[in-house]
């Protein structure tokens, strides 16, 4: 790999590791304030909602400048979504503004994968990077557990700077002036990435125009028989794993009587096992055999729903291993053909931000599901169950799909899977 790449790798640790702290400092924050279950459930789609709502904008704006300087800036709305929740504005949309930033990070940080490296090394670029980034959940719920935790908050409050009075006087506001340090560094290394040498695409001048360009190149990708199916996978499993960070929480609560600090554990060995999973893909796939990993997305639902048969951590812990073991397997050939076919097709930065769209508006859709689900009186069983079975039956009609283009443009498939194929063994 090129050294750039590790600079890369670096700076979407630290960012991710923020991210993932941040959102149990979030849920501690409205816990603590006395906000209702449905609010803290609510914190998954307002992460995602300007994914959706920017999606348009932020693929153009990746591809028309360094992405490493699109990542510094992303990485600083960050920060200002930090303050805003220090400041007392309310955790939802605090949040929805650090997620303003991560829209617009996402498109540079896949990207820059397809501008640095040959396709020969997307599957592997792809494994480590979803395999660092799924570390980094872990040590991010795991630190953003203990930083809400009684120890060390209380040595965080205890932490008086000379002449200056603060108004940190909870937890979980000591926690994110912590995790503003965190975002800070991530921006130190989003300045080292070295500049790749491939032309910008100009934003054009009439920002709207950019709405037509946006959904042509969504519409091309759903029309591509391989795009089609992967960008069909990858959607719905960021959507399951996005809300699986809090359905993990509220079950653990249910079943287990865990607080916060001690069900963020449990989000961390899910993580766990996504990256086993996404390290062994990254060696074991190749481009053309991403299309074979598709049952494996049924039987992550299948494991949603057992979720709710268990009441033990010594069998919890391995059950989620493997839980998040078979979502790393399936996305990380997936996104790789994603992004190939996107590459090919728009461009990276147009490509990825039409995938965030998509898995984006899943996150939403499902995070709104299960928050209306616990709003309406469901209890944290119940709406796991309707949950995993929603996922198991829409990757059964992907798989369907798949097939039916087997059957009926087969020529098409496998030209496609040559491209993939050639590309993997001359890139």
Known sequence: ?????????????????????????????????????????????????????????????????????????????????????????????????????????????????????????????????????????????????????????????????PYLDTPIDTPAEAAICVLVLVYLLAAWFNTRIPLTGVAMRPMPSNKLALLGDFWECNARLWRDKLGQISLATTTLFWGVSGNLRYIVLAWS???????????????????????????????????????????????????????NFIDNVWVAAPFLILLGALGGFLVVPMNALLQHRGHNLMGAGRSIAVQNFNEQACILALGAFYSLSTGLGLSAFGAITAFGLVVAGVMWWIKRWHASNLVHHRAEVDRLLDIARSDHTHG
């Not at 409205?30 to 932020?58: D, N």
């Not at 007392?88 to 617009?104: C, Q, R, T, W």
């Open 1 to 161: 790999m090129k050294r750039g790449f590790y600079t890369i790798m670096a700076a979407q640790f630290c960012s991710s590791l923020a991210d993932n702290a941040l959102f149990v400092a979030a849920i501690e924050l409205i816990r603590s304030g006395g906000g209702a279950e449905w609010q803290r459930a609510a914190l998954v789609p307002m992460f995602a909602l300007f994914y959706v709502v920017l999606a348009p904008f932020v693929g153009a704006f990746a591809d028309a400048w360094p992405k490493g300087r699109v990542m510094f800036v992303s990485n600083a709305i960050k920060v200002a979504g930090c303050l805003l929740m220090l400041f007392s504005v309310h955790p939802l949309l605090s949040y929805a503004i650090v997620g303003l930033g991560a829209a617009a990070y996402s498109p540079a940080k896949y990207g820059i994968l397809t501008e640095l490296l040959p396709p020969s090394q997307l599957v592997k670029a792809n494994g480590w990077i979803e395999g660092l980034t799924i570390g980094s959940i872990i040590l991010g719920v795991l630190l953003g557990g203990q930083l809400v935790g009684a120890r060390v908050s209380s040595a965080l409050l205890g932490f008086d700077l």
């Open 253 to 307: 609560a249910a079943a287990l009587g865990y607080s916060t600090t001690q069900a963020s554990s449990l989000v961390g060995v899910v993580a766990l096992g996504t990256a086993v999973g996404a390290i062994v893909a990254s060696v074991k796939m190749r481009l053309d055999q991403a299309t074979s990993v598709m049952p494996l997305g049924i039987a992550m639902g299948v494991l949603v729903i057992a979720m």
